[in-house]
C-alpha cells in the first residue's frame, strides 16, 4: 500500500487502493483535526505564545501559518470549547463525524447560548447531544438546521418566561401603588429588590434577546473599492432581509437559454449579479416596490394552530398545551420557516403576518396543504389613505408616513379585523419593537391611537398621544 498522500504514483494503484485510500485519508484528516484542537488549547493553557514572544496566541498562530487573525481566533476558540465537550472530541477523533461537523456544533452552541443566555448546563448538555446525534448521521447542513430550530425554540421559551416575569413585576407594582393609596409605606424586601434587577426564574430585565440571526441591529453591508477600480461586496444580514435579497433575485437569476435553445453559460454568481444590476436598474427607473408596483411577497409554510393565539385556538377547539409541546426543542420539526432562510422563531412568523402582503401556506397537523397561494391583502389603499390622514406619521417615533406599514392594533392572530378603527401607521423599527420589545398601541377615546411603552420604560405604562399630537412630524 502507497503512503497516504503519495500522489506521484497513483495511477499505478488498483482500484481497490484508490478507494480504500480515500477513505484512509479522510479519516485520518480527521483525527488530525482533532489533536491539533488538542495541542492549541493546551498551547493556549499554558499560555506558551509569552514564552515565544507573541503577544497572544492568536497573533502565534497566524504568524506561523499565514491565516488571518479571524481565522486563527477561532481555531482556538473551538478548541477551548472542545475541551468541555470530550464527547464531540472522541467523534471527531474516530472518524465519526468530520470537522465541518464539529464547526457547525459549536456555531450552533453559540447560537443557542446568544437565543438564551440563562440555559442551565443540563439543557445545554442535552443540545449538544442532540446535535451531535444529528451529525453522526447527516451532513453538515443538516446540523446547521436542527440548531437553529433549537434556537428558535429556546427563544420561544425564554420569551414565555419573558413575558410571565413581566406580569408579575406589573402585578406587584400594581400592588405597591394600591399600598400607597391607603397610606402604607411599602419597603421592597432584599429578595424583591435583586429580582427588580434580575428578574424571576433567572430573567433579566429588559427585552428578551433576540435569535442573532433575526436581530437587524447586526446586520452590516459594506462597498470597498478596489485597487483595479472595481468595488468588492461584503454583508452579514438577518433572516428577514436575506429572505428579501433571494425572494427578489431568486426570479432575475434563473437560468436564460439563448436564442439558439443553448443552455445559459453563466454561472450561478454571475446570474446573482446580473439579478442585482436589473433590481437596481427597475428601482431607479421607477417601476420598484414603492413606486406603484405591487410588493415582493413572503410565502411562510406554517401551521395554522401554531399561529393563533391560545384565545384564539380556544375558539377554535384547538389545545394550546398541544401546541406548545409541539413547537418544543423536542418536536423534530420547527413549524415557523421562510422558503430560503429556513426557521424563524414564532415571534418573527407573528410579525410577518402582520405586515403587508403575505402568502400563507396553511398545512394541518399532518403537514397536508389545506390552502395555498391565497394573497392577504391586510390594508386596501383606501384605508392606508384614511389612516394617513388620521395618524400622519409613524405614531411612535414620526417617520414619514411614506416609511410605514399598517400595523393591527389588535393582532391578526388574536382575531383583529383589518378595520380602520383597528389599524396604525408604524415603521418597521417600531413594528419590531411591538412584537419584540414589549410596546404596545391602544386607541383612545377621541378615536386616535396612542402609544403604550413597556414597564422597563415606564413603570405606570402611561399612554402617549400618537407623534404627530405631541409634535410636528419627522422629515
Not at 349 to 372: F, K
Amino acid at each position: 500500500m502507497h503512503e497516504l498522500g503519495d500522489f506521484r504514483s497513483a495511477d499505478a494503484l488498483s482500484d481497490q487502493e484508490i478507494v480504500s485510500g480515500i477513505s484512509d485519508i479522510a479519516h485520518a484528516e480527521n483525527n488530525f483535526a482533532a489533536k491539533k484542537y488538542a495541542l492549541l488549547a493546551e498551547f493556549s493553557r499554558r499560555g506558551l505564545n509569552v514564552t515565544l514572544k507573541y503577544s497572544t496566541a492568536t497573533r502565534w498562530l497566524a504568524s506561523g501559518t499565514r491565516v488571518a487573525d479571524g481565522n486563527a481566533a477561532r481555531q482556538f476558540d473551538t478548541a477551548n470549547w472542545l475541551t468541555h465537550w470530550p464527547a464531540v472530541s472522541k467523534a471527531l477523533a474516530d472518524g465519526d463525524i468530520h470537522v465541518a461537523h464539529v464547526r457547525e456544533i459549536y456555531d450552533g452552541y453559540t447560537h443557542i447560548r446568544t437565543a438564551d443566555p440563562t440555559l442551565g448546563s443540563t439543557r445545554i448538555a442535552d443540545v449538544i447531544d442532540d446535535l451531535l446525534g444529528v451529525a453522526f448521521d447527516a451532513t453538515a447542513a443538516k446540523v446547521q438546521k436542527r440548531a437553529h430550530e433549537l434556537a428558535h425554540a429556546v427563544a420561544h421559551d425564554a420569551r414565555a418566561r419573558y413575558d410571565e416575569a413581566q406580569r408579575e413585576r406589573q402585578r406587584r407594582e400594581d400592588q405597591r401603588r394600591e399600598q400607597e393609596k391607603l397610606g402604607d409605606i411599602v419597603e421592597l424586601e432584599y429578595e424583591e429588590k435583586v429580582e427588580e434587577k434580575v428578574g424571576a426564574d433567572g430573567v433579566p430585565e429588559g427585552p428578551p434577546p433576540l435569535p442573532a440571526s433575526e436581530n437587524p441591529a447586526l446586520n452590516r453591508f459594506d462597498l470597498y473599492l478596489q485597487s483595479d477600480g472595481r468595488t468588492s461586496l461584503r454583508g452579514d444580514v438577518d433572516k428577514i432581509l436575506a429572505e428579501k435579497l433571494r425572494a427578489v433575485l431568486s426570479p432575475l437569476s434563473k437560468p436564460q437559454p439563448e436564442p439558439d435553445a443553448t443552455l445559459d453559460t453563466r454561472s450561478p454568481s454571475k446570474r446573482q449579479a446580473d439579478a442585482l444590476s436589473e433590481l437596481l436598474d427597475t428601482h431607479l427607473t421607477g417601476d420598484a416596490p414603492g413606486h406603484g408596483a405591487s410588493r415582493p411577497q413572503v410565502n411562510v409554510t406554517v401551521n395554522l394552530r401554531d399561529l393563533l393565539s391560545p384565545e384564539a385556538q380556544a375558539k377554535m377547539g384547538g389545545n394550546a398545551a398541544a401546541v406548545s409541546d409541539e413547537t418544543g426543542t423536542d418536536s423534530p420539526d420547527w413549524p415557523f420557516r421562510l422558503g430560503w432562510t429556513g426557521p424563524i422563531s414564532k415571534n418573527l412568523a407573528e410579525l410577518l403576518s402582520c405586515d403587508a402582503d403575505l402568502t400563507p401556506i396553511i398545512i394541518d397537523h399532518n403537514g397536508i396543504p389545506l390552502a395555498m397561494g391565497r394573497t392577504v391583502r391586510l390594508g386596501t389603499t383606501s384605508q392606508r389613505t384614511a389612516v394617513i390622514l388620521r395618524d400622519r406619521c409613524c405614531v411612535m417615533c414620526g417617520r414619514p408616513a411614506d416609511w410605514c406599514l399598517l400595523h393591527h392594533v389588535v393582532f391578526w392572530r388574536n382575531g383583529g379585523p383589518t378595520d380602520v378603527n383597528n389599524l396604525a401607521l408604524v415603521c418597521s423599527e417600531c413594528h419590531r419593537a411591538i412584537h419584540n420589545d414589549g410596546w404596545e398601541i391602544a386607541f383612545g377615546d377621541d378615536g386616535h391611537p396612542v402609544v403604550i411603552p413597556p414597564a422597563t420604560v415606564d413603570p405606570h405604562r402611561k399612554p402617549r398621544p400618537s407623534y404627530h399630537r405631541r409634535r410636528k412630524p419627522a422629515i
